[in-house]
């Protein structure tokens, strides 16, 4: 091996040096581009993160896809620093994304769908919704964020969810948060006993003396049916959306005291149960 070293020519040695040091300054070059580029995306999303004039529901997805069109630029200048030809990236991406699209069909149409929602807006980050959800159960919770993938919830209970975007374009989704009024329907049980007709009086002026019930539509209270011995009463108001809950639980909350001063008692369920003993023959 020592003899077959020494009849190597000086020049030969020379130009491998020369090779080895070009392509290092190539790689070193291509890696500091690496950095550079990753650097960039890194500060592009922590920008875009910090946007507040940018909208809520798209910030998520322009602060992505800046960054990863930053990240992909610097991998094509990378590889063409060490003398790969931006035309065979070209092709090599071409095919690559093919063969993965074909693979991931599904996680494609996550994409496509979460396009179609960031157009369409059928909800905005703060919305309360119900969706379908994966198996074709609903998921509820509030919009935190829509990404390319899937879109963040968080439940009533306070658990993150992330529901694929797939799965709730393809279902009906209900907005709760959309509209500006909403109507609340509360069923009240009375005593076929009593006066009904003075607890619905005594209950249409709870609902009237009430600030957060909206004149018009005006409240309704009215019998719904006769279930045994009691008469279902529903209170029907309007209010904004925003004290919904808090107008229901109050009104739940004085509606027995209301019938008690209208001297409307508890409803108690009776039944009349008659047994019939056929005569044996003789």
């Known amino acids: 091996m020592e003899y077959l070293l020494n009849q190597v020519h000086p020049s030969n040695w020379s130009f491998l040096w020369d090779a080895l040091s070009a392509f290092g300054l190539r790689l070193a070059a291509a890696l500091a581009i690496l950095w550079i580029g990753w650097w960039i995306a890194r500060r592009i999303g922590?920008?875009?993160?910090?946007?507040?004039?940018?909208?809520?529901?798209?910030?998520?997805?322009?602060?992505?896809?800046?960054?990863?069109?930053?990240?992909?630029?610097?991998?094509?200048?990378?590889?063409?620093?060490?003398?790969?030809?931006?035309?065979?990236?070209?092709?090599?991406?071409?095919?690559?994304?093919?063969?993965?699209?074909?693979?991931?069909?599904?996680?494609?149409?996550?994409?496509?769908?979460?396009?179609?929602?960031?157009?369409?807006r059928p909800f905005k980050v703060g919305d309360f919704i119900d969706g379908g959800g994966a198996g074709g159960g609903n998921v509820a919770g509030t919009v935190e964020e829509i990404n390319l993938f899937t879109t963040r919830l968080t439940k009533p209970d306070g658990i993150c969810e992330y529901v694929p975007n797939s799965a709730l374009w393809s279902n009906s989704i209900r907005n709760f948060s959309r509209n500006r009024t909403r109507r609340l329907d509360l069923e009240v049980e009375v005593s076929v006993r009593d006066d009904v007709s003075r607890a619905i009086d005594a209950l249409r002026a709870l609902a009237d003396a009430d600030p957060r019930v909206l004149p018009t539509p005006a409240p309704q209270v009215m019998v719904m049916r006769f279930?045994?011995?009691?008469?279902?009463?529903?209170?029907?108001?309007?209010?904004?959306?925003?004290?919904?809950?808090?107008?229901?639980?109050?009104?739940?909350?004085?509606?027995?005291?209301?019938?008690?001063?209208?001297?409307?008692?508890?409803?108690?369920?009776?039944?009349?149960?008659?047994i019939v003993q056929a005569q044996q023959t003789q």
Do not use: Y
Request: hydrophobic share 50%.
């Open 46 to 120: 922590r920008w875009f993160s910090g946007q507040t004039g940018i909208d809520a529901t798209l910030r998520p997805i322009a602060r992505d896809s800046a960054a990863w069109g930053v990240r992909i630029v610097a991998l094509i200048g990378a590889l063409s620093q060490i003398g790969i030809q931006t035309a065979s990236i070209v092709a090599v991406l071409g095919a690559a994304g093919l063969a993965i699209g074909l693979a991931l069909q599904g996680t494609l149409q996550n994409i496509a769908a979460g396009i179609m929602l960031l157009l369409l």
């Open 227 to 274: 279930d045994d011995s009691t008469a279902v009463l529903n209170i029907r108001v309007w209010s904004n959306t925003d004290v919904f809950w808090d107008l229901r639980w109050d009104l739940s909350r004085k509606v027995r005291q209301t019938l008690n001063d209208a001297q409307c008692s508890l409803p108690l369920r009776t039944r009349e149960l008659h």
